[in-house]
């Protein structure tokens, strides 16, 4: 019988969307380290598209790989936060600066 050491599912967007974005995260007990062939999937879901990602851990360089794969991801995710941060406030800006400007000034400047 499997038992999961680890399993956490959060749903990606708010309720009142009704979307049904989520990621499930499981790792499978190794039993105290006796069972090295367990179950470590990552789930990334939003509305139709789902991908998974595997972190084996049944031999040294399994186990070596899928951390460097979870430190790259997490990398990855943290740098495209920043820049989604980024054009998110740029278009905020944007945003903010065109209610600013009068309709009278718009028709002059054409």
């Known amino acids: ?17 009704g979307h049904t974005s989520y990621i499930l995260a499981e790792v499978e007990s190794s039993r105290g ?3 090295k062939w367990g179950h470590c999937m990552l789930t990334i879901a939003d509305c ?17 790989e899928s951390l460097r794969k979870l430190d790259l991801l997490l990398k990855v995710l943290g740098s495209f ?12 800006d944007y945003e903010r600066a065109g209610k600013r400007v009068k309709p009278k000034q718009i028709a002059r400047q054409k």
């Open 1 to 17: 019988m499997n038992k999961l050491f680890f399993r956490k599912r959060m749903f990606l967007a708010s309720v009142s969307t």
């Open 81 to 92: 936060r920043n820049a989604l941060l980024a054009e998110a406030q740029l278009i905020t």
């Open 48 to 64: 139709r598209r789902r991908i998974q990602l595997e972190f084996f851990l049944g031999t040294v360089r399994a186990r070596r």
């Open 33 to 35: 380290g006796e069972y």
